[in-house]
């Protein structure tokens, strides 16, 4: 039997036994989580904010080490410290095949670690051991001379972040971008970076909690702050990116974009009627992005870029707590909680 950190009821985090997992079937990975971080949605859930029902186990941003492999894992060794993509993928299917991974037809719809009851199925990250029913697809190996335990986010908030910013500062170097801050925290600081790392001209930051925005002005964006969010804010911004969790926030990103601007939400309302300013988009040609991250298509670029040295995650790094500490530190507000792994 191994231990296993499951979200049991609203503010509830429980330790279980349940058993160690096996391989069963080729081209699988037994691994050991390295380090696993908090990603900017589970405090939300652990709240009782979202649709995610408990119980099952919690956690899906992780880094690990293989312990063991079955036949058919090309370029994979035990002992190998790998990213372990968040999302469940079998890497050969038409729509793997085709870069849009998350929407896999292998394994059934929003299949994660971590994440809602399915994950009883696939496990969660703050455990002794995971399983990884798809290694070639689902483990990329970490350069040599990179720190596990500060890479544990790129499963997941790191690439939701990459997917806001790099498509169009590749397609228009220079852009200048609107970061609107909130809930999805960890995410708009890495925002911030990257687009620093891929040549932003400008980054503006807005939040209305003045914390936040110190510490983005300690990444180097530029700060506007209010006590309530207006409906715009001035600024002619090539992309505006939604970090906020909040109607308001989401609202006043479309707004804020200049005439055939882009703009982008990583915010998640679990609602099918968000109300959307319908007459102003359409008068200025507003291309809006609704999404999950592609976190197997993007890993690789993000893990270059760490690895030349053009963008340090551990600057967003707020906590790293011990294995054993994990179900407290876990309930506790922060801007990203890092779990060595057991
Ligand atoms: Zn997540
Ligand atoms: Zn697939």
Request: hydrophobic fraction near 40%; aromatic fraction near 8%; glycine fraction near 8%.
């Amino acid at each position: 039997m191994m231990q296993q950190l499951w979200f049991t009821k609203k503010n509830t985090l429980e330790w279980r036994d349940v058993p160690e997992p096996t391989l069963d079937g080729p081209g699988q990975a037994i691994v050991r989580p390295l380090a696993i971080a908090r990603c900017d949605l589970d405090l939300p859930i652990v709240q009782g904010h979202t649709l995610f029902r408990p119980a099952f186990p919690i956690g899906h941003e992780m880094t690990a080490e293989i312990v063991s492999l079955s036949e058919s894992c090309a370029g994979l060794n035990v002992g190998d410290q790998c990213i372990v993509n968040f999302q469940i993928v079998c890497g050969t299917c038409p729509a793997c095949a085709t870069a849009h991974s998350p929407a896999c037809s292998t394994v059934p719809f929003a299949s994660n670690y971590g994440l809602g009851r399915e994950a009883t199925q696939w496990g969660g990250g703050v455990s002794e051991l995971v399983k990884v029913p798809y290694a070639e697809a689902m483990l990329k190996k970490i350069p040599a001379g990179l720190d596990p335990i500060q890479l544990a986010s790129l499963s997941d908030n790191m690439t939701d972040a990459y997917r806001t910013v790099a498509p169009y500062l590749r397609a228009h170097p220079g852009a200048n971008l609107l970061i609107v801050g909130g809930v999805a925290e960890s995410i708009a600081c890495y925002a911030i970076l990257e687009a620093q790392a891929l040549g932003a001209s400008s980054i503006t930051y807005f939040d209305t909690d003045r914390a936040r925005c110190d510490f983005a002005a300690s990444l180097g964006a530029q700060i506007q702050y209010a006590e309530k969010i207006p409906q715009r804010l001035a600024g002619a911004f090539d992309v505006t990116i939604d970090c906020s969790g909040s109607l308001e926030g989401f609202r006043m990103a479309l707004r804020s974009a200049r005439p055939y601007g882009k703009s982008i939400t990583v915010s998640i309302f679990f609602d099918n009627n968000v109300p959307i300013p319908f007459i102003e988009m359409y008068n200025k040609g507003i291309d809006l992005t609704i999404s999950r991250t592609h976190a197997r298509e993007q890993t690789p670029e993000l893990l270059e870029l760490i690895a030349q040295k053009k963008f340090d995650p551990a600057r967003v790094t707020s906590r790293i707590v011990d294995f054993k500490d994990a179900a407290e530190a876990w309930l506790e507000p922060g801007r990203k909680l890092i779990v060595r792994g057991s």
